[in-house]
């Protein structure tokens, strides 16, 4: 019940194309979505992230779709360069009483073809 | 965001021994997390450390092998005690909150 399920593991997308994660999530006291990026040999950042009150939200290139009902969210990368070739990580984060939780999605492997 | 960064970036260790790796933070945080990530894989949260209280470990983790410091508001340690090969991985200290975490760039411990 605490798992994100991250997919897929791996995606190849031509240069200028749409990049798309999916993740989902079991248990419902998650109430924020971030996105990160990681580039090799570098510590993960925070790329974007989402309310579940929101269905949608973007920033400029990168979009997050949220669907509170299926509780599944994914992220969309528009005109995709390959820059944007990383890992991403989806995760789902809680308050809890005395300390906070984030739970990360097992990654993506990224790469955009030149 | 706070600038965050490690000591050592990477270390090769023999089985048995421990290492010590330290983080150290640009300004005041009240909550700094440790995380393990093993090649390839997603992050895992060890524990998290709150100044002037025990860090609290999540379910695998123990503070006989993962003794943890956090002196100030700027710095914290993480111990690696009595390593194996199984404790090779990329060991990754943040600061934030429940809903964003700023990320050091990393140790990445080889043990032999």
């Known amino acids: 019940q605490q798992q994100v399920k991250q997919s897929p593991q791996s995606l190849i997308v031509q240069k200028g194309g749409i990049s798309i994660i999916n993740c989902a999530y079991e248990?419902?006291?998650?109430?924020?979505f971030p996105w990160y990026q990681q580039f090799p040999g570098k510590g993960p950042a925070l790329l974007i992230a989402?309310?579940?009150?929101?269905s949608e939200k973007k920033e400029g290139r990168f979009t997050i779709s949220f669907n509170k009902s299926a509780k599944q969210f994914s992220l969309h990368i528009m005109d995709s360069q390959p820059g944007d070739s990383a890992t991403y990580f989806c995760?789902?984060?809680?308050?809890?009483?005395?300390?906070?939780?984030?739970?990360f999605g097992k990654g993506t492997r990224l790469h955009i073809l030149p | 965001s706070a600038v965050i960064s490690q000591k050592p970036s990477r270390d090769i260790c023999q089985r048995g021994t421990s290492l010590t790796i330290q983080c150290q933070v640009d300004?005041?945080?009240?909550?700094m997390f440790w995380y393990r990530q093993q090649p390839g894989q997603s992050l895992t949260l060890i524990a998290t450390?709150?100044?002037?209280?025990?860090?609290?470990?999540e379910s695998g983790f123990v503070i006989d092998k993962f003794p943890i410091s956090r002196p100030n508001l700027t710095f914290s340690t993480l111990t690696v005690s009595n390593m194996s090969p199984e404790d090779s991985s990329i060991y990754l200290c943040?600061?934030?909150?429940?809903?964003?975490?700023?990320f050091g760039p990393g140790t990445r411990l080889t043990v032999t």
């Open positions: 943040s600061v934030g909150d429940w809903r964003e975490q700023y």
């Open positions: 248990n419902t006291a998650f109430d924020y």
């Open positions: 300004s005041q945080v009240t909550m």
């Open positions: 989402i309310r579940p009150d929101v």
């Open positions: 450390a709150n100044q002037g209280s025990e860090a609290t470990y």
């Open positions: 995760a789902a984060s809680m308050k809890r009483n005395r300390d906070d939780k984030i739970i």
